[in-house]
């Protein structure tokens, strides 16, 4: 029976309460939170911020959590949360422990359902600043934010949870900040979308829906649906809604956009000429299918739209359309199958006692719409079987489907699976089948309601399976051994076949128990196959166990596969075992005696296996295997062992080898059971003990490895599915009523086994017998005895296992910590002590070892014995790594290693998915499955907070390990680095104490080998070690100097390893803070979880806190120093110097100001020889500079004033008299200081165009801002070094002379990070630079050389982005001197630096007001194409502006119409490369109609632009043009502007009614004959407007388009549009459905088309869109094909019928029309055969001798049949009578030439 604890709790770990020691857990977590409350109140109060304070405080709660979950009351729970919230956003700690902050908080809110708004609010604008911080923060952007890796994942998790206790206000106050950033053009969009979709509340009680979701959701779904926005950002936001308010939401207006989205998202080939991957979205594959599964349901129409979606992607999930869409659209199907059985879960399975709204009864999911979300996606899933990315999404789709409707998967399956085993053809069908079975073997068996046939299958399955069981096919072995394994752990193996008349059964219940006779020939026949399947590996290895006898085997690599496929055979046995009655178990394990007992194998593969099925036995029967085997064993090798010649060398008899191995196996197993073998078996292992063969003493010691942790250790005695002994007869308990049966929490009836007196003497014996007389021996060795290297070897050998093997019964020794003066120690806080949980129960727990074995004893012994061996043997490598194992295990080695327990967890997760029950939960798992769990919880507890105290004897230890780990052989360092770093974070201060000790070994010093230099910089590169110190001052103090001291080692090995511990370094470096900050409000609340502290202390907290941040800067200034002098009068080579340089960099505080001498030698640096050294002297110089910087003032804006009228309520966004002010008007440009300092400019372009912010703020006049032009008397110190550098003439010429060298030729680009640099120079010391830099800009700007120019672009980039708040008087000075540059430098750009100037257009109009940089708008539209200096000129001229005006967006209206005006005349121009900058800049001027229903005044629009083309066009027919005459050549180019325009502008736009009218005009010149550039233009035009997203309310006017395109007089017009129709019907399938008849009319009347290339095109769009549910095939359908393939045509000469009816020809195009819509609907199904088929293939076949061309489109079409269905043929052709299959084989098969 399980504990019952009280119910105070907020929630607690169901497996803790099921130990042997239960009881007393409570008390032992109250305990620990008592001591994690009480400290960390007090570190809190007295400002104690790192190790041992908050941080470590903050860990014991994590850690706490992770042990005993919120094991603590509410009030508890809402206060530790308000805490951590609070260090979090309103504290200033380091980056690394805000992460972990991250971490515990998500831990304490991820059980929403137990804390409702009512009991917590969290406030959201903290959130939302950390937020900001981390992902749009300018600071993180320059990388000196260098966030832990996955901080940010981290804090969207978070934000998940903490929006549901945001305050009810929060919804309308998040909206009011982030609406104000909505607009159309500006990437600032993408933010506040991010930021919404992250952390607005979308949970509300229904009578708060009206301050909730409904405030945003009808604006925000037009949005995302209608408007040009990145769309997949707001999926989940909606997905969230669906969930969140699931029934509370009207989702039917919206589900015909919502699935085109969808459809578009996947990006779907379609094998069409303009099919592209064009328009598709990244699409969230974990969103989506929530959105969708929660939109079912009720009076919802979701599901129709779904089913409709499954049926046009069925075919994309056949193997054979294999692509880049196949995974997407597998893991969407299993992401929506698991969605919808979350759902189900939720409605009828779930928590009850929740503060979250249910959902309302009329849209929970019903009986009936759970069959129809089965019978929607089964096709699908089917086909994902056997996709050629194998099984991996089918078979979680199979598991959820066999939960909700087992009778519609489990006959398909199983049908399947018994036609793949009868094949040897298709071997990956029988691995998908058995893979899938395997997951639904749980629902087989146990759902007899639904599928009670399921049961009858089990012995089929078992016995068809065995053949599986192959040696040669790996995948089937591993397949087969693990649907074997599900099966038989669901199932109890007991012959019931004898109580078919007792509990009353049915007749099917008494059919199923006269079947249980066959388990044991099933049993011994499985047994047969895993036998023959080791005598097939053993065949192999012949030469193996000869080489293995040698030592140089351990190198030896066993084949992967078949270590895979013991491994299955291995977890096979072990569930045979579990669950055999015993009977059929005495059975088994005498057959595996016989088996093991007669034969010989080695010990990789095929011994290692038959030991572990040995041992499988063992643990389950363990008084009938040890009686078969260890008798059996220990005669056998006793007889070896008498012959010691032999045997005592190094090529022992191979049977001894066997023996040892099979009963060290058999030993795994209950030591109350061995006791009676005991006295033997020492007498046998003390013999084998001290044979010299490495081979022998190894498998000797693994016996007493096994014998010893049977006795001390406390596991589980077994593990069966039910709560039933075997041993209870069939007639007293119905065991076929216990399949599949989950268990039951409160009635588990677990035995443990746990160590006896009897046992832990036997241990002791042990002990005494193997143990002492090894160190005995070692003690006379390190008295000066000799010792050969192999005796050493195997003493120490035999020590390592068995204090691995008695490590659980060894206890840790505590004592005084050891301390350092320059340790961290915490005067007030106490240090948690070790906690040391109970892990065995009764009297045992005081138990220990003799006291000659006391751990602290062998700890002396070997802290002893190093100190020998470090100078006797220190090139005995194989002792040494055998040393440091023992070193290892005495400390940290407790009975259970981390590493394994971490194993064992992963697979305990493997079978909990496999054989869960995901639909009920509630722990409705398997009895052999909780009892996994509670035993891992049970592990889990002894390695979990294991925080030592480091005595001087572990501190010894730990440094012999270091040693080891730079010793001079490099088998030696490996081992002893990984056992290191295990071992140093066991204890406290132990990697400190590591780290400070590596200093030593990075001397330049002949004594410091290249060697040990190496081991000392592979464990400071180690990640959590590096972790560590990088923000820990005083240890950086010590390891920074000694690493740029280091010996410079040329060696390349040593010099790699130096430049991954610096990127390593980089990495783990985050921001640095010099001061720390504690908020009042986490302190009033930390006294509140404890007591407050008195007035004393609390004074003394205050002082502590501020002695500490004093202590951290002096040592960050020290540090820093100490850097300094070694770049300064060190002789760096330039490797160290670059060095010396990143880590000054690393050590810029971002609160305190950098050194003065720091800042000199970067600013020095900048001109240093070495081009490494100057590129990391440019980025410490970027963020000093940022860090540096003067804040400008802001000022709220008075709307009323600068707009001349209040803001209306209902805004429309775009142009309004409102944001008038902040529209671009040349007139209203500040000319004078006055106007300049007083003008209202609001640089941010989003701000006005959707709405006004509820607090608007924008720069304060100039004259209010830090002052710019300053002498250098009013300079600080700092200020002072970067003035003296920058006006010194020959440090400007060398910085000039480096920023022009080329890095890479061809290569290099525009370096933003150089702009940055004179950007901020200029910002905090104006124009004073300038002229130092005007002789080089001037010579530089005009120079043809590539990267001269750029360098000067770069520069002038700087100062003109710099000049924002320059006063008026130095932006004219600017302005004066770049004017004239600037037209030169615009006709001496080379095609080099032209992408270089465009940027600095784009750079230069960015986040600036156009009134702010009206001169430079006005320099680059100036003379726009009216310059003679050639057509590159030109378009350089046009990219400029292209880049300035895009970056100015809305605002600039009254520009945009000047530079329509000044392009008008050139539309025609001659050029084709100015022609297209023309078009592209025209797509840039209007953006009128970005948005639809958007306010226009002064910007131009679509109209506008294509009235422009209309009126230059000729207004007939432009296919008649007549090339020679040169007003028709400018006619065509004109054509090509507006061609390529309307591309750019579709494609970045979509889809406009405007475009349709000049888009009418282009069809008939798709085909034309001698202008490939006109023809190619028009056909990407055309790919464009297939891939487009069409909007539903233009589906009309475009049907209307394509019928008047269908109405022209050439075909060539009419084909081109077929091909658009079938893609952009598809893509938006959803839209065009209400037409769907409108566009069937459009096909068959195309059908009829005089030509046959236009109907042939007709019939293949008919067929796809039939294909993917667009039409369907109808029995109207069919007849019309039928009756116009039956068309009768007159024989004879005459083309006229005597009746005045239609020609020959018109006769044989309707008929050929009847034909074709045949062979429509015959490719409409390529992987499937409906009932109405077989006949439309015989009505084609007639068709064959028709007339030409219909003969050719019959054999067109049954070839693709044949193709299409060939794979399933065998199942397709049931479909068809033996008539119509004869007609087939004649059409399809070709006639023999010998016939």
Known sequence: MAVAWNQKYQHTFWHNRHFPYSDQIEKEANDKLQEIKLNLSQAIQMREMVYPGVVLWIHQLHNFIKMYSLMFSKEDHVLLIKIVFELLTSCRINLKHANIVVQLLIALLKKRRLLSRQDLVLPWR??????????????????????????????AKLGSFVSYYFPIESTQEILDEFRPMFCAYDTAMFTAVEFITKFLPVLTLPEDHHRGFKLWFDEFIDIWLTKETDSMSWVGLFACLAWDALGYVDWNPHLKNIFSFILKSFALPLGNSVSSHFGGYSIATNQIPGLIVNM?????????YLSQLMISLESFYHPSNFGYHTAILEMFLSSLISEFVDRLHRERHSFKDTWMPPVPDKFKLTEEDIDKFVDCVLPAVKQCMFSKLGPQYAVPCCHNLALLRPQKLLPYLLEMMYAAFGTLTEPHQLHATLRCMSEVARPLLGDTQNFPEGRFHLFSLLTSCLPGIDPNDFQKTLSSSHLIASLITLVPLVDCSRSTEQHNMTQEEIEICSLTS?????????????????????????????????????????????SLMGAGITALALSLFNQSSPPIAKVAVKKLYEFASTHLFESEISGDVTGRMCAAAAKYYPEDTLGLFVPHCIQQINEFVEDKEHNDSDNPDKNLVWKLQLLSQVLNSSGRHILTYLDDLLVCLSECVNLKAPVVYEATGDALFNLLRSFTMMFLNEGRSVNINYTVTPEEHCYIRDWAKPGDLEELGISWHIPSP?????????????????????????????????????????????????????????????????????????????????TKCGTIVDRRPPEKFNREKLAHFFDRLFVHMSTACEDDTRSLITLSKIIRDILINFGVQKKACDQKFQSYEFSKKGLGDRLHRNKQHLRTVLLSRIYLQHEKRQVAGRTWNMTALHHRLLHHLLALSVSDYPEVRLKAQAFLYNAMFSYKYGVRSIAVELPKYLKDDPAISHEKLKGALYVLKMPSVSDYYVKVLDVLELLLPALIKAGHSEKPSISQLFLKLMMTLDRQAMGLYADYKLSDEVISLAGRLAKPLSSELFDKGVGNLEGFNKKRHDLLNRLTLILVDLFENSNLSWRFGMFCIQLIGLLIPMDKELHIRALKVIVHSLIHESSEIRKDAWRCFRDYLWLSRREPLKMRVDLKRDAGMEPPDNMTPGEREDNEWLLYDPERAPKTAEEWNSFPFVDKSYFGFYCWPKEFKRFAPLDKQPKVDRSRDELSEHEKVIYDAFTSESYVARIIEYLCLEDKKGQDMFRKDVALIFRRLARAFGDTFLPHFKPHLEKLAVDKKESHQRCACEVITGFMRGSKHWPFEMVQRLRDFLEPLLRRVFDNITEETINDWQIWASEVAADRDPHR?????????????????????????????????????????????????????????????????????????????????????HNVTMETIITTFQTALPNPKMVEFNMQEEESKEQVRILKTAIHWLSVSWATGGMKAEYLPLLLNFVPLINIEGDDE?????????????????????????????????QMASWKARLPILEV?????????????????????????????????????????????????????????????????????KKGPNTESVDGSVDDKRLLIRKHAGVLGLAALVLSCPYTVPEWLPTILEELAGHLHDPAPIPSTV?????????????????????????????????????????
Request: hydrophobic letters at 40%; a neutral charge.
């Open 296 to 304: 079912l349901g009720g009076t919802f129409m979701t599901q129709e």
């Open 1621 to 1689: 129709l079938q893609v952009m019907v598809f893509r938006n399938m959803f839209k065009f459905k209400p037409q769907a008849n409108q566009v069937k009319d459009f096909l068959m009347q195309l059908l009829q088309d005089d030509k046959v290339e236009v109907r042939e095109l007709a019939a293949e769009t008919l067929s796809g869109l039939i294909h993917c549910g667009m039409f369907t095939a109808s029995k109207e359908s069919q007849v019309i094909f039928k009756k116009l393939a039956k068309s009768k045509m």
């Open 758 to 838: 009897e046992e832990l003497n036997g241990a002791d014996h042990i002990l005494e017998e193997f143990l002492s007389p090894q160190l005995e021996a070692l003690e006379a060795f390190m008295g000066g005895d000799a010792m050969e290297r192999e005796e050493l070897n195997r003493r120490l050998t035999i020590i390592s296992v068995i204090l691995k093997g008695a490590a659980g019964y060894i206890p840790q020794w505590i004592g005084e910590q050891v301390v350092d003066d320059s340790w961290p120690r915490s005067k007030y806080t106490a240090e948690p002590q070790h906690f040391r949980f109970i």
């Open 1755 to 1795: 054999k067109k079409a049954m070839s693709e049949f044949k193709r299409t269905h060939h794979d399933n043929w065998r199942d397709h052709k049931q479909k068809f009578s033996e008539d119509q299959l004869l007609i087939l084989n004649e059409l399809l098969i070709s006639p023999s030439y010998y016939a």
């Open 126 to 155: 903290p959130v939302y600043k950390l937020f900001k911080e981390v992902f749009t923060n300018k600071v993180e952007l320059n990388d000196m934010n260098n966030y832990p890796r996955n901080m940010d994942t981290a804090l």
């Open 1413 to 1497: 940089i009206h001169w430079i708008l006005t320099l680059i539209a100036e003379k726009l194409l009216k310059r003679s200096n050639g057509s590159f000129q030109d378009c350089s001229q046009l990219v400029m502006l292209r880049g300035a005006l895009a970056q100015e967006e809305w605002r600039i209206g009254r520009l945009h119409q000047k530079v329509l005006e000044d392009l008008k005349p050139h539309l025609g121009h001659p050029y084709k490369n100015v022609r297209d900058n023309v078009a592209s800049l025209l797509a840039v001027v209007c953006h009128g109609n970005r948005w639809s229903g958007m306010s226009i005044r």
């Open 518 to 562: 066959q388990f044991e020939d099933f049993v011994i026949q499985l047994l047969d196959k895993c036998f023959s399947w080791i005598e097939n590996c053993s065949l192999e290895q012949v030469a193996l166990l000869d080489r293995q006898l040698n030592a140089k085997s351990k190198t030896m690599k066993i084949d992967d596969h078949e």
């Open 1574 to 1606: 006109l023809s190619g233009q028009l056909k990407k035009l055309f790919k464009v407007i297939a891939n487009s997203d069409i909007k539903a309310d233009a589906v009309p006017l475009l049907l209307q388009f394509i019928e008047s395109t269908l």
